[in-house]
């Protein structure tokens, strides 16, 4: 069994940064994937950066690609987002995922199909 939860400071003004963290426990094996996932109200939840548990190989949404980064310290069990330049349209909730799946090809690293545990959510508001 896996426990992720989130943790940020939810608002911020846009231009502004914003490094959201996820506490992690729970069997190794449950998370060889982690990810960072967001959704607005009324759409659907997108994949926003995922990361292998190595650390090795990172995967981002191409719009996102530059002004967010994923990371993590495996020592902490703790998953970061860094969040640079923040617009209005960055505004969701935010979750973060872990995946047990094995060797999962790297074109289903931002599908939350393939995450089985969730954290709770974070909501992150920026204004303009």
């Known amino acids: 069994q896996v426990q992720l939860v989130e943790s940020g400071v939810g608002s911020v003004q846009s231009g502004g940064s914003l490094t959201l963290s996820c506490a992690a426990s729970?069997?190794?094996?449950?998370?060889?994937?982690m990810g960072w996932f967001r959704q607005a109200p009324g759409k659907e939840r997108h994949g926003v950066a995922s990361?292998?548990?190595?650390?090795?190989?990172?995967k981002y949404a191409p719009s996102l690609e530059g002004r967010f980064t994923i990371s993590q310290d495996n020592a902490k069990n703790t998953l970061y987002l860094q969040m640079l330049s923040l617009e209005p349209e960055d505004t969701a909730m935010y979750y973060c995922?872990?995946?047990?799946?094995?060797?999962?090809?790297?074109?289903?690293?931002?599908?939350?199909?393939?995450?089985?545990?969730w954290g709770q959510g974070t909501q992150v508001t920026v204004s303009s």
């Open positions: 995922a872990a995946s047990s799946a094995w060797g999962m090809p790297i074109q289903r690293w931002l599908s939350p199909n393939y995450y089985g545990y």
């Open positions: 729970g069997s190794i094996i449950s998370r060889r994937y």
């Open positions: 990361i292998a548990y190595s650390g090795r190989t990172t």
